[in-house]
Nanobody, 111 residues
Framework: QVQLVESGGGLVQPGGSLRLSCVASGIRFSAAVMGWHRQAPGKQREPVGTITSGGNTNYADSVKGRFTISRDNAKNTVYLQMNSLKPEDTAVYYC?????WGQGTQVTVSS
């Protein structure tokens, strides 16, 4: 059974930081390209970034320089470090791999 479980979301002030985690099971995690997407209220889901099995990363222009994706293959976990958060980063954040996606975790950036 495939499971991807995101955690670490919450309420943060503009300029703050959060680190999201996503623990995967039931997939070949170490071989997977893992990705993060987000969906803001009233908007379409959009990609945030990806990380290959070898650790190469790619990011959406809107988050470049502020967000960092990393992975720990020993723990079947992918991370999304989010710094300098803005109100427009408010969204539900989802992680995925091999075509499977988690249920998401809410991130709210507000003063």
């Amino acid at each position: 059974q495939v499971q991807l479980v995101e955690s670490g979301g919450g309420l943060v002030q503009p300029g703050g930081s959060l680190r999201l985690s996503c623990v995967a099971s039931g997939i070949r995690f170490s071989a997977a390209v893992m990705g993060w997407h987000r969906q803001a209220p009233g908007k379409q889901r959009e990609p945030v970034g990806t990380i290959t099995s070898g650790g190469n990363t790619n990011y959406a222009d809107s988050v470049k320089g502020r967000f960092t994706i990393s992975r720990d293959n020993a723990k079947n976990t992918v991370y999304l470090q989010m710094n300098s958060l803005k109100p427009e980063d408010t969204a539900v954040y989802y992680c995925g791999g091999w075509g499977y996606w988690g249920q998401g975790t809410q991130v709210t950036v507000s003063s």
